[in-house]
């Protein structure tokens, strides 16, 4: 029998209300072995932040430490009502295309830290080059690092769209917010990372 618990997740110290995550005993993802879960920014966070940031330049490890506070306050076991995944919180159709098996256990795992991390520096990593590209033909205008936070958060499509950050309903609501939290959260890290 599936169970789901509600339980509200404080996004950081800037006081945002949180997000709402479930917790899901009886995950449908294929394959899934449970994990030890892990709550809080620690040693095997920090060790896989440090490998996935040297993937690219732009993508540095504050960046990335912030922007899984911003997704699930470092809780590996995250399941969002729209069934994003694991720390990172990947829907099951981006994890399809970005998912990477890390730590070589034969499984990409959204739920792995090692896997989700990797990946998302790998996603990130793309959306920052497309931004860049897209700003050098003048077709974007923005931050690339903010445009390619938005397309994580909100498609890259919906970047191009507005040719920029997008904005209006919940673009205004939730995909700028998120950008600018992780942009003011990213200094936490430095001395941690």
């Known amino acids: ?67 899984i506070e911003a997704e699930s306050s470092f809780r590996s076991d995250a399941l969002s009502p729209a069934g994003a995944m694991g720390p990172a919180q990947f829907i099951p159709s981006t994890w399809e295309i970005w998912g990477i098996d890390a730590d070589e256990d034969g499984l990409a795992d959204p739920y792995s830290i090692p896997d989700a991390i990797t990946a998302q ?31 994580y958060n909100a498609g890259f499509g919906a970047v191009q769209r507005f040719q920029g950050l997008p904005e209006g309903g919940e673009y205004t609501t939730q995909t700028r917010p998120y950008v600018e939290r992780i942009r003011a959260r990213e200094s936490h890290y430095v001395g941690e990372l």
Not at 9 to 18: D, R
Not at 19 to 38: G, I, K, M, Q
Not at 44 to 51: G, K, N, P
Not at 142 to 149: E, I, K, S, V, Y
């Open 1 to 67: 029998m599936r169970q789901s618990w509600p339980v509200a997740l404080f996004v950081g110290a800037l006081g945002v209300a949180g997000c709402v995550a479930y917790l899901d005993s009886d995950r449908e993802f294929p394959n899934y072995t449970p994990r030890t879960v892990t709550n809080g920014f620690n040693d095997e966070y920090r060790e896989w932040i440090l490998r996935a940031a040297e993937s690219c330049e732009a993508i540095t490890p504050q960046l990335l430490a912030a922007q």
């Open 121 to 151: 520096a790998a996603f990130m990593c793309d959306n920052h080059r497309r931004a860049t590209e897209g700003v050098t033909a003048g077709q974007l205008d923005g931050d690339p690092l903010d445009l390619a936070l938005a397309a």
